[in-house]
C-alpha cells in the first residue's frame, strides 16, 4: 500500500485563486447594492453613521419642500362684503361705443377740413403769384411749382444774372419788387436757394460753384428786403453750388437748367398751427359731448 505521503496534494496557486475570486464576487455585489440603493435610506443611514463616528454639520440641512406643484394648494381668500349703495353705475376706463363713434368722426372732419384749408390757402398763393408774374411766366423766365404745403418760384439764369456773376439785372429786380408784394401777404418760411452746374469756377470774387450759388441767393433775398414788405426774419439762404442738378450736366442745353435761383414758400408752419387750433376746437366739443352724456346717463335721485 502507498502512504499518505504518496497521495496528491493541492497546489498552491489554488487558495490564492479561491481569495481573488472570493473578493472580485464580494465587489461586484458590493456594487449591486449601490445600482439599487434607496437614496432616503442611504441618507438615513449615512446620518446615522455620522452620528456614531462623531461626524457633526455647523449648518443644519434644509427641510425638502413641501410643495409639489408651483400653483399654491393653500390660501386664504378675503372674505366678500357688500357695499350698499342707493344706485348702480358703470364705471369702465374705456370710452363707450358713442364717444369713440363721435371722437372718429370729429377726427375725420378735422382732417378733411385741415386738407381742403391747405389746398385752398395753397391755390390762393399760387393765383396771387400768377397774376402778377404773368408776363414772366409767358417768357419762361420763370417757373410757379407747389405741392401740398410748398409754393416754389425758379428763377432761370437767362435774363437774371450774368454768367458767372451775382448782379442782378434791371429787369429780374423790378421783377423781385413785385414778388415782394405777394409774398409778404403769405405765412410761413422763405428760403432762397442758389443753385450752378459743375463748370469750374475761380474768379477774383468766386473762388468755387459754392460762392457764386450763395451770393445769387443772397442777392435775391435783399433784393426782397428793399421794401420792407418781408421781414428778415422769415428769411433763409442757401447755397448749393451744383450739388443738386434739375438735368444732366453732359450737354448745354440741359446744363443751362441747373443755373436755378428758387424761392421756397414753406406754408407748412402756419398749417401746422391751424391743425391745432382746429384739435383745440375739437377737444372742447367732445369734452361738452361727454358731459351731456354723463348728464344723460346719471340715474335719477332716489326719493
Known sequence: ME?????????AWVMTFADLMSLLMCFF????????????KFKQIAGEMSKAFGVQREI?????????SPIFDKFSPGKPEPTPVDSVRQQTTE???QLETLSAELESQLQQQVQD?????????????RDVLENEL??????????RKRVIIRVEEKGSFPSGSADMTADFEDMLDKVAEVIARLPGEITIEGHTDNIPINTSRFQSNWDLSAARASSVANALLIGDAVQPERLKVQGYAETRPRASNEWPETRSLNRRVEIIID???????????LRQLMEQDLGDLVKDL???DSPAPSP
Open 3 to 11: 502512504g499518505d505521503d504518496d497521495k496528491p496534494s493541492i497546489p
Open 29 to 40: 455585489v458590493l456594487l449591486l447594492s449601490f445600482s439599487e440603493i434607496d437614496a432616503q
Open 294 to 296: 354723463e348728464l344723460h
Open 60 to 68: 443644519p440641512a434644509l427641510d425638502i419642500p413641501m410643495g409639489t
Open 117 to 129: 384749408t391747405t389746398q385752398q390757402q395753397v391755390a390762393t398763393s399760387v393765383e396771387a403769384l
Open 95 to 97: 370710452q363707450s361705443p
Open 267 to 277: 406754408l407748412s408752419g402756419s398749417i401746422e398751427e391751424y391743425e391745432a387750433q
Open 138 to 147: 409767358q417768357e419762361g423766365r420763370i417757373q410757379l411749382e407747389h405741392d
